[in-house]
């Protein structure tokens, strides 16, 4: 009678370690899980914490200075546009006071159409501070103040004297206009100067913060990491020791596979002899008697 060589405990041995197996990689799946939630939670409170305490005033101040520079460059726009009107008004005068001295009511009308025109283009400067009320708004307002030649009967000198008089006092006015607006425009463009050099100031130190922060994020993130991955390591090292179980059982195949000791229980399981055979303590002595 021969009995197999193969350890009873070979497929216990083959279960326990599919099994520690299995279960080690679903622990450690679960704790990688786990750890990257944690990681991703401390990043995003990381950057929303990350934003220096200074950066929203200097924003504010940058918004007000912009409201600022924009009112300022509305004002210089406009005086820059009332002062090509401002131009063609004065020649338009000028033209005005040739036609009165010379009865010329014709060329005296055309010329004050033209001027009405100019004065119709002209846009009013809202109030801003540093600069002057440069007189456009009266003028709108009042107008030019200077009738049509038959309202003067430029052909007489009486006429012509009124419609000269009138042209100078309406000259005066423009004048006075055109020099107030010409200041206004140099002191707009001073103000646009600083301004815009302080809305760059500001800009650069806000850009400069966010990009030392960023930087700084950068590190402590990647430290974050860093420790995320050496703590998923460390646990991946303590999970290992789940497979003593199979390194049990293999011990017991592999020995299994050696010649059992005497007496052992193994030994009488063993089959590697030939004849397998269950020993018995103090077995009886048989007598077989010749006597027929």
């Avoid at 050099?197 to 590190?219: F, K």
């Avoid at 397998?276 to 009886?284: E, R, S, Y």
């Amino acid at each position: 009678m021969t009995i197999s060589s193969t350890s009873p405990f070979a497929p216990f041995a083959q279960i326990a370690a599919t099994s520690a197996q299995s279960t080690a990689n679903l622990r450690i799946q679960a704790v990688d899980n786990q750890l990257t939630a944690q990681l991703n939670q401390k990043i995003a409170a990381l950057q929303a914490a990350a934003q220096n305490p200074a950066v929203p005033g200097l924003q504010q101040q940058a918004s007000q200075l912009s409201t600022q520079l924009a009112a300022y460059s509305k004002a210089q726009s406009l005086s820059s546009q009332n002062g090509v009107a401002l131009g063609d008004l004065s020649l338009r005068l000028g033209n005005l006071a040739t036609a009165a001295q010379n009865g010329d009511a014709t060329t005296f009308d055309q010329n004050l159409g033209a001027i009405n025109t100019d004065i119709g283009i002209l846009q009013a400067i809202p109030y801003t501070p540093g600069l002057q009320n440069d007189g456009v708004a009266a003028l709108l307002a009042n107008g030019i103040k200077i009738q049509s030649s038959a309202s003067y009967d430029l052909s007489t000198p009486t006429g012509q004297a009124q419609a000269e008089s009138d042209i100078q006092a309406a000259q005066t006015v423009i004048n006075n206009i055109t020099t107030i607006s010409s200041t206004n425009q140099t002191i707009a463009a001073s103000v646009i100067q600083s301004l815009q050099g302080q809305i760059s100031g500001i800009d650069a130190q806000v850009s400069a913060d966010q990009t030392n922060l960023l930087a700084t994020d950068a590190q402590q993130i990647a430290n974050l990491k860093q420790q995320e991955q050496e703590q998923f390591h460390l646990i991946e090292l303590a999970f290992g020791n789940s497979g003593d179980i199979a390194s049990m059982m293999q011990n017991f195949e592999t020995s299994a596979s050696t010649a059992p000791a005497t007496g052992s229980v193994l030994s009488i399981l063993d089959s590697s002899g030939s004849d397998a055979t269950l020993p018995l303590a103090n077995p009886p002595t048989s007598t077989v008697s010749t006597t027929a």
